[in-house]
């Protein structure tokens, strides 16, 4: 999984990305196939926002949390992931799960020069 986290308008202390790795880390035991996580960290004078995009296959996941902490945005926005992430889990369920897994080890896997050649 391709992890960003962005900062604006302040610092990103090292103990704030760990926990915010550690969180979107946490998310793979709700659905292992997750592709790319976005999380972008805003604060203004008393408003603390965090914005949390999923990408997994064929949609985006889309959450975000506004609290007076940043350390409770992040876990927030989490928390409503999750239940997104479950919701979406189920509605795959009855679909093809051989085409996703597939797709998700496509758009995964590293390319190679011995894979151009071929």
Known sequence: MLKTITARHF?????MKTKAEAEI???RKFFDNIISADLILDSE????????KIRVYNQTLTATADTDDIYNS???VVVKIKGQ???????LRDKRPDEIIS???????PSTDDEEIE
């Not at 610092?11 to 103990?15: I, P, Q, V």
């Open 25 to 27: 880390e946490g998310l």
């Open 103 to 109: 797709t998700v080890q496509k758009l995964t896997k």
């Open 11 to 15: 610092d990103l202390s090292n103990e």
């Open 85 to 91: 992430l479950k919701k979406y889990k189920g509605k």
């Open 74 to 76: 992040i876990d927030a």
């Open 45 to 52: 004078r008393h408003r603390k926002k965090a914005e949390l």
